[in-house]
């Protein structure tokens, strides 16, 4: 803002013309279109801008060289002495001017500046034409330029700057103006807060991604210690997988993943067809948390896998999974604090994110992968093409992030993540172990799906189904009910919660053979529809049986049912049937159950 006699300005919303400039604190001001006078300081104005014909920005102050600085400098020391004058005397004026080869005039311009502005910066010249910014649409044209851009660009159906010219072009030839060109109407829009016009094309969700600020995110993340922090998360793996037996495809599974954030280690994964649910997280939680040496051994693999162990917080989005109550208190049973995203805001899981972005990548080389989306995908046949089974899939993961990267360079931390892990983990040349669970079963079983019940004279009741063993003859009329959890998998037996111990209950006809859950609620409901109304168990269980002789007897078998089958649990019964357990040979039971701690877990 140059302040000077003639200046337009503004003062307290007011246009006012500068028609004495005596002093930075002693302005003498006219108010445009009245009688009205004021002396008022410097502070107290703000700059004028014009809207016809030109809008104008700023003055921008430009340095070519180093003598347009020095020649501002020689200005800036020539006035200095002279600081606390109004105006300078002629004989001063003249002096200036011969030492600086300028006449009086020019000597005259450049004190009033220096008046305005004592730096060397307030001497340096501005740059020519018109200033950064400046439109010279008229009033008229402005004005329908922007009513264009409200209408066809800032709305959800995203119009292109071209399409807006167009519609801008055609309103003002009907007002008789001359059209805007495509670069006019492009700066206007460039003018617009980024942001607020994001989220009107675009919605609040990948606005704020792309031109919101990226938040706090995780606070004191420098400061992270392994196992201080991880994110879990779920994707659907972007390839198809095929049967063990037919190599026929099946479809695409789920792969729950977990990172630590300090060192980027992934601890653990799991694969499998079931929609994401509190079991995948179990499993998924047991495998991060505890050494997997044996199950890497089953799989045939030598090579160990060291990160793993007890996380202090876990990090999860808002879906139904995550948010189980039960599974909540289970976490904080183990002293692990789960930490909810603020919704809709996947910034805040972005290592987790990135990370299934990059396994995604690497799935996209295999033959029958699906890529990110049906454009990418074009005419390749992924069905056709697709070779792997699960367990070939499970291993090819393993080999992927065990193998490859948990030992490339990571680019954040400046070593492989596992030079990270292993350097925290290291101490005099020792390797210390992180804590884990006491006991991996019960650490599995606590997380799995589970609810209270009360065990009656038939036993257990849980899917209208019966469990019964006659180690629950003790429990028969307790006053309060047990923790009762189910792996969905398989619910050819439930697990019951005695003084801290988890109890194995099979249902109480042992010849069924074993069923997942899944499998037995659409049995239920097949027959429900066909007889219009309840049916037996009986008849689910013939129902079942008759289903899987029709699949194996099929020459060939339809997705669904090939899915099905890869779903279904082994069945792991022998071949004669054994004898019952005598669960009250068990010290713990025979010790009258009902005594000592009765607070179950969970409650």
């Not at 700057?161 to 492009?186: D, K, M």
């Not at 090579?303 to 990090?315: H, V």
């Not at 007897?553 to 022998?574: H, V």
């Not at 010790?591 to 969970?602: K, M, V, Y």
Request: a positive charge; aromatic letters at 8%; hydrophobic letters at 35%.
């Amino acid at each position: 803002m140059r302040v000077k006699k003639g200046e337009l300005v503004v003062c307290g919303d007011r246009a006012a013309k500068v028609l004495a400039v005596v002093s930075a604190a002693q302005i003498w001001l006219n108010y445009l279109g009245t009688e009205d006078h004021e002396w008022v300081s410097l502070e107290a104005l703000s700059p004028y801008v014009e809207g016809d014909p030109v809008m104008r920005a700023p003055a921008e102050v430009r340095v070519e060289d180093d003598f347009e600085f020095e020649r501002a400098r020689e200005w800036t020391q020539a006035f200095d002495p002279f600081k606390n004058y109004v105006a300078l005397p002629t004989q001063v004026k003249a002096e200036i001017g011969k030492a600086l080869n300028a006449s009086r005039r020019t000597v005259d311009r450049h004190f009033e500046l220096y008046q305005l502005d004592s730096s060397v910066r307030g001497q340096l010249p501005c740059k020519s034409g018109p200033e950064k910014g400046a439109s010279y649409l008229g009033k008229a044209k402005l004005a329908i330029v922007d009513k264009a851009i409200e209408e066809r660009y800032r709305t959800e159906e995203r119009g292109s700057i071209q399409a807006t010219a167009e519609l801008a072009g055609a309103r003002c030839a009907a007002a008789g103006l001359e059209p805007p060109c495509y670069n006019s109407v492009l700066a206007r829009i460039q003018t617009l807060d980024r942001w607020k016009l994001a989220r009107e094309r675009h919605g609040r969700v990948r606005a704020d991604a792309k031109a919101g600020p990226a938040g706090a995110g995780i606070p004191n993340k420098g400061d992270l210690k392994p196992l201080d922090f991880v994110q879990m998360d779920h994707a659907i793996v972007d390839v198809i997988v095929v049967d063990p037996e037919t190599r026929e495809e099946i479809g695409r599974p789920w792969i729950t993943l977990a990172i630590d954030v300090a060192t980027r280690c992934i601890l653990g994964f799991h694969l499998t067809f079931d929609a994401p649910s509190q079991t995948s997280v179990a499993l998924a939680l047991e495998q991060c948390c505890l050494p997997k040496d044996a199950w890497l051994k089953s799989l045939g693999l030598s090579d160990p896998w060291l990160p793993f162990g007890l996380m202090k917080c876990i990090g999860w989005d808002n879906a139904k999974c995550f948010r189980n109550t039960n599974l909540i208190n289970a976490c904080r049973e183990h002293d692990i604090n789960p930490r909810f995203r603020k919704v809709r805001n996947p910034v805040h899981g972005a290592h987790i994110e990135r990370v299934i972005g990059t396994y995604m990548g690497r799935i996209h080389l295999i033959k029958g992968t699906t890529f990110s989306n049906t454009k990418e995908r074009e005419d390749y046949k992924s069905g056709d093409k697709a070779i792997m089974t699960l367990q070939e899939l499970t291993l090819w993961t393993i080999h992927e992030i065990n193998g490859r990267y948990h030992n490339t360079k990571h680019s954040g931390l400046g070593r492989t993540p596992l030079e990270a892990w292993n350097e925290v983990w290291t101490q005099d040349g020792a390797l210390r172990l992180p804590p884990i669970p006491a006991n991996r079963r019960d650490f599995r079983l606590s997380l799995l799906p589970r609810v209270q019940r009360a065990i009656g004279r038939e036993g257990i009741q849980l899917f209208a189904l019966k469990y019964w063993d006659e180690g629950l003859i003790p429990l028969i009329g307790a006053k309060h009910k047990f923790w009762v959890a189910h792996d969905p998998r398989n619910i050819s037996r439930v697990y019951v919660l005695i003084n801290n111990i988890w109890i194995d209950v099979p249902w109480s006809d042992r010849t069924r053979a074993p069923i997942a859950l899944w499998e037995w609620v659409r049995a239920k409901q097949e027959l429900r529809r066909k007889h219009n109304g309840p049916v037996s168990n009986a008849t689910a269980f013939k129902h079942i049986e008759a289903q899987r002789e029709m699949e194996k007897k099929a020459e060939k078998t339809t997705r669904r049912q090939r899915r099905d089958r890869q779903r279904r649990p082994e069945d792991d019964r022998s071949s004669s049937r054994p004898e019952a357990v005598d669960y009250r040979a068990t010290p713990v039971l025979l010790a009258n159950p009902l005594e000592g701690n009765h607070e179950q877990r969970g409650h």
